[in-house]
Nanobody, 124 residues
Framework: QVQLVETGGGLVQAGGSLRLSCAAS????????MGWFRQAPGKEREFVSA????????YYTDSVKGRFTISRDNAKNTVALQMNSLKPEDTALYYC?????????????????WGQGTQVTVSS
């Protein structure tokens, strides 16, 4: 089992930055592909970013490319999401997730473990 805890959410003005962190326990995240998802009120949970377990290849949804950066620190068993140039449409509950397979990175149903989420609110 893997337990994931997200931190770093908050209220920020448009154009500002936040850094989300996901701390894992129970197993080493080096065994997992790690992802970030978000869910806005009334909307489905959507893929934001992922980083693979072996090569550390990164993936982003189009709307955050060039603004968000995912990274992992296997020694600290953490994954981070640096979010810059935030927009009101980035407002959502952000979740950290882990999966053993490197395939189908954008699919929520392929992730085995989830955190409880951290709220990000961007004011205009």
């Amino acid at each position: 089992q893997v337990q994931l805890v997200e931190t770093g959410g908050g209220l920020v003005q448009a154009g500002g930055s936040l850094r989300l962190s996901c701390a894992a326990s129970g197993r080493a995240i080096s065994s997992f592909t790690m992802g970030w998802f978000r869910q806005a009120p009334g909307k489905e949970r959507e893929f934001v970013s992922a980083i693979t377990r072996n090569l550390g290849t990164t993936y982003y949804t189009d709307s955050v490319k060039g603004r968000f950066t995912i990274s992992r620190d296997n020694a600290k068993n953490t994954v981070a999401l640096q979010m810059n140039s935030l927009k009101p449409e980035d407002t959502a509950l952000y979740y950290c997730a882990a999966k053993e397979s490197p395939l189908f990175l954008t699919r929520t149903d392929n992730y085995n473990y989830w955190g409880q989420g951290t709220q990000v609110t961007v004011s205009s």
